[in-house]
């Protein structure tokens, strides 16, 4: 099937600095990705919707200007968390929609998720 | 979009099949049932989709009722390794394709 990969799958930064997390669809391509956010013992909850060629939807509530997003080419989007904070320690998620057996419908691929933490 | 809901948490003995439930009762017509799990601290992982007949892969098998309003999930033989959270979901349809709005899920414990 096909393969989401996303780099670094941990790491660990001073507060006020700046991560950049990338998400790479590995044996397909990817006009739309997605990036969610997972806290400790919660669900994944959609940040924002990654456009190739366009500009990023974020759903309510997500700041764009914290949490910048760049669909660069048709297999990599990345997340840029600015002036990062302890608060926006958690668990980043990437998905990118492709294709079932069965037709007429999208299924998601799954990036291996990437563990943030701010001190 | 169309919630669903599951039970919070269930066990199963390894070996066993663990039957997962979910209502989905405001579901439209032309909308599917996806189920994903999540294993602790990994991506989300597609295990089945329906939109109406029953479905079997080779990870499980998706039983819907007639009025489509609840579907069950079912791991044939249970093992240790399917120990996880699992989701049932009706994706939202955006400009840009499905998202997939996670409830909470089912936190399944395969027991030994």
């Known amino acids: 099937g096909a393969v989401v990969s996303q780099h670094p799958s941990r790491v660990i930064c001073k507060s006020g600095t700046s991560v950049k997390i990338e998400c790479r669809s590995l044996?397909?391509?990817?006009?739309?990705m997605f990036w969610y956010r997972q806290f400790p013992k919660q669900s994944l909850m959609l940040m924002a919707t990654?456009?190739?060629?366009?500009?990023?939807?974020?759903e309510q509530g997500v700041e764009k200007d914290k949490f910048l997003i760049n669909h660069a080419s048709l297999t990599l989007s990345t997340l840029t968390v600015t002036s990062a904070h302890p608060e926006d320690s958690s668990f980043y998620i990437c998905?990118?929609?492709?294709?079932?057996?069965?037709?007429?419908?999208?299924?998601?691929?799954f990036g291996p998720g990437t563990r943030l933490t701010v001190l | 979009d169309a919630k669903t809901t599951q039970p919070p948490s269930m066990d199963c003995a390894e070996g066993r099949a663990a039957n997962l439930p979910c209502n989905h009762s405001?579901?439209?017509?032309?909308?599917?049932v996806y189920w994903y799990r999540q294993i602790h601290s990994q991506g989300p992982q597609y295990i089945i989709h329906g939109l109406k007949n029953n479905e079997t892969n080779e990870m499980a098998s998706l039983i819907i009722t007639e009025d489509r309003k609840s579907s069950t999930l079912i791991l044939p033989h249970a093992t240790l390794r399917d120990t996880a959270v699992y989701y049932c979901?009706?994706?939202?349809?955006?400009?840009?394709?499905?998202?997939?709005?996670f409830g909470k899920g089912t936190s399944l414990l395969v027991t030994p």
């Open positions: 405001t579901i439209s017509g032309n909308e599917y």
């Open positions: 044996d397909f391509q990817a006009t739309t």
């Open positions: 998905s990118a929609p492709g294709y079932t057996p069965m037709g007429g419908y999208n299924e998601q691929f």
């Open positions: 979901i009706v994706p939202t349809l955006l400009n840009s394709g499905y998202a997939l709005n």
């Open positions: 990654s456009n190739e060629g366009s500009k990023a939807t974020y």
